[in-house]
């Protein structure tokens, strides 16, 4: 069954970069983009960016512009999120999600929370 | 950039109860709107895609309708298992968005 599994919670400083990794099986990792999405404490979900693992196009919400990166490594069926220059209202719980045939997202990760506190 | 404007934020209901659920875009989106369920601590559920076709596997009393602007989602008979958290999600165009929110609540 498809599966994405994401890596643990993190907590960082203010200033300091995350990386988060999401580790997919199930499908073909190549054949289905894999999105961002946050969710700060107690609030509604936030669309960061997408990836298509087969030929490494990005796009990112501009809101996010020059500080967050998605990647992925075809061996391991991973894709990662990287946001730098972290602030306090970055806190939230990070999703990865996988875009089905009809574009919406049919598969999740768990998220990982990443709070960032001085 | 589509703003989608969802209501009601709160919506209390009975088991039983049929309930139903607004968003309304700025702009037309034609029919690419889904709906996603998420209950506490867990990550979000698609219901609907495509504004009105039921996603494999979601029980038969949830529906949605609309296109353009104006869509609702219904569930005809609630249950307990049906209390949660329900987002609208425009998918026509970037940056993609999400509604605010309908918490469905136990009244």
């Known amino acids: 069954q498809v599966q994405l599994v994401q890596s643990g919670a993190e907590v960082k400083k203010p200033g300091a970069s995350v990386k988060v990794s999401c580790k997919t099986s199930?499908?073909?990792?190549?054949?289905?983009?894999i999105h961002w999405v946050r969710q700060a404490p107690g609030q509604g979900l936030e669309w960061m960016g997408w990836?298509?693992?087969?030929?490494?196009?990005?796009k990112y919400v501009q809101k996010f512009q020059g500080r967050v990166t998605i990647t992925r490594d075809t061996s391991v069926s991973t894709a990662y999120m990287e946001l730098s220059s972290l602030r306090p209202d970055d806190t939230a719980v990070y999703y990865c999600?996988?875009?089905?045939?009809?574009?919406?997202?049919?598969?999740w990760g768990q998220g990982t929370l990443v709070t960032v506190s001085s | 950039d589509i703003q989608m404007t969802q209501s009601p934020s709160t919506l209390s209901a009975s088991v039983g109860d049929r309930v139903t659920i607004t968003c309304r875009a700025s702009?037309?989106?034609?029919?690419?709107l889904a709906w996603y369920q998420q209950k506490p601590g867990k990550a979000p559920k698609v219901l609907i895609y495509?504004?009105?076709s039921l996603e494999s596997g979601v029980p038969s009393r949830f529906s949605g309708s609309g296109s353009g602007t104006e869509f609702t989602l219904t569930i005809s008979s609630l249950q307990p298992e049906d209390f949660a958290t329900y987002y609208c999600?425009?998918?026509?165009?970037?940056?993609?968005?999400f509604g605010q929110g309908t918490k469905l609540e136990i009244k």
């Open positions: 999600a996988k875009t089905g045939r009809w574009a919406v997202y049919d598969s």
């Open positions: 199930g499908y073909t990792f190549t054949g289905y983009y």
């Open positions: 990836i298509n693992p087969n030929n490494d196009a990005t």
């Open positions: 702009q037309s989106i034609t029919n690419f």
């Open positions: 495509r504004a009105s």
């Open positions: 999600h425009p998918y026509k165009s970037y940056p993609y968005s």
